[in-house]
């Protein structure tokens, strides 16, 4: 018996004008790209305060979590094609209303993520040039930045495309260098447990840990311009985050071999620490220089995935349906790109980005649990128009639901004011929802367009 593959209630008739250009390549490393953030070229030295050489415990724990979501985002991105990404699919599942609190949690948090970095990456930019860390420079590199960005993006798919995966590449690069140097001058003594720690040690670390591997949920956004879903999105969720697991344990590995106690106490820059130990100064230059290009990668994955979700919810009338228009030369949603890069510039130049950056844990772990359980409710859905046969987790439900289990055990890690936040959040969006004028039919929707 076929598998049903689920169209969200809108994806065939309001997105005929979208381009199906993103294959396994281009969303993979989108994937990548948007995991491996600023944040691994510290967090080794985090790991290793709280674990010491046995930190790649926490990469494990961390991998083995983080292979539960990915295979639960590689079956649900199989059945539910229309753009979204995690707002697809928890709307397919649970309905719209559910489905829309999902995606607005969803696109604060990556909104203030992405504010948070791009001020890093202009920071970072600021410091090469003398006098450059004035306000005022600093706001023009910030409108500069968005401005490209949304200029490549509207210009087409594949073109924000090709400079992700050309951003992509000169962030892995220096990464890979590292670890195939950093193997040939490390102590083995170094990486030898004294014992195994605590498992409330190992816990703390696996939570901290735990940030650096999110971000699957970004990229998946833009899955109404992805080529054949049922095969793409599966393997490029498990080809990207295979190749973040492998780079995170090798990065660590090295980091402890080659810097020892010594990397407990590297806070600033440990990845720095061990290419100057490896490649001399020139190594240490290329990495910060490396940590420069993964603060812009991050934003231009942003740029490339999270407008879908504005596009999302303009064309099912949840914003203005201007957001949903699609550029009649380039087919992109020019729209909601350029408001898009307006709003995330605007949170990055007043500041008012930290209040909503509160929203980035709880909200994309809430998120993650609704994808989690979107599982097991598609499943039960038969009524479908397939085009294939969607990728199904083995096992029934055992994986959906240890990773919700996983979810709400991290959960419980969270305080009051992060919940409180989320809440307000969800309030927002019940008011938006049931403000929003009623909801045309597919039969309205296609008389209008005279198909």
Request: aromatic fraction near 6%.
């Amino acid at each position: 018996m076929t598998e049903p593959v689920v169209e969200s209630s809108r994806a065939p008739l309001d997105e005929p004008t979208l381009v199906r250009a993103l294959g396994v390549r281009a969303l993979a490393a989108n994937i990548v790209n948007t995991i491996v953030g600023s944040g691994i070229f510290v967090l080794p030295a985090v790991v290793a305060a709280i674990l010491g050489p046995a930190a790649m415990l926490a990469y494990l724990v961390c991998a083995a979590l983080v292979a539960l979501f990915g295979l639960c985002f590689a079956e649900v991105g199989s059945r539910v094609h229309g753009s979204g990404g995690a707002y697809a699919y928890v709307e397919a599942a649970f309905g719209p209303y559910v489905g829309f609190s999902a995606g607005l949690l969803l696109g604060c948090a990556e909104m203030a993520a992405s504010a948070a970095v791009a001020t890093i990456f202009v920071g970072s930019l600021s410091a090469l040039f003398p006098g450059g860390g004035g306000t005022a420079s600093r706001a023009v590199m910030l409108i500069l930045l968005y401005g490209a960005l949304a200029i490549v993006n509207v210009r087409g798919v594949r073109t924000g495309a090709r400079l992700m995966e050309l951003i992509t590449a000169a962030k892995l690069v220096p990464l890979v260098l590292l670890v195939i140097a950093g193997m040939f001058v490390l102590h083995p003594d170094y990486l030898k447990w004294p014992g195994i720690p605590p498992l409330a040690d190992i816990g703390r670390a696996s939570l901290v840990l735990m940030f650096a591997f999110t971000g699957v949920e970004g990229p998946l956004t833009s899955s109404g311009e992805v080529r054949n879903p049922a095969r793409t999105v599966p393997r490029a969720v498990l080809l990207g985050l295979s190749t973040v697991a492998l780079l995170y344990a090798g990065l660590q590995m090295v980091s402890q071999g080659v810097l020892g106690p010594a990397l407990a106490t590297a806070t600033d820059a440990p990845l720095g620490a061990v290419a100057e130990r490896a490649l001399g100064a020139p190594g240490r230059t290329l990495i910060l220089l490396a940590a420069m290009v993964s603060t812009l990668g991050y934003v231009s994955g942003d740029m490339l995935a999270t407008p879908r979700l504005l596009f999302a919810f303009a064309r099912d009338g949840l914003l203005p349906a201007r957001l949903g228009a699609v550029h009649a030369r380039f087919r992109t949603p020019h729209i909601a790109i350029i408001a898009y890069a307006a709003t995330a510039c605007a949170l990055a130049l007043s500041g008012s980005f930290r209040a909503l950056a509160v929203l980035s844990a709880v909200g994309i772990l809430l998120v993650d649990l609704a994808c989690c359980a979107a599982v097991l409710a598609l499943r039960r859905q038969g009524d479908t128009r397939a085009e294939r046969a969607p990728f199904r987790v083995a096992g029934g439900p055992a994986v959906p639901l240890l990773a919700c289990a996983v979810v709400v055990w991290l959960l419980t890690s969270a305080r009051a004011a992060e919940f409180l936040a989320a809440a307000g959040v969800v309030v927002i969006a019940t008011v938006l929802y049931w403000a929003r004028p009623r909801r045309r039919t597919r039969e309205e929707a296609a008389q209008a367009r005279g198909t």
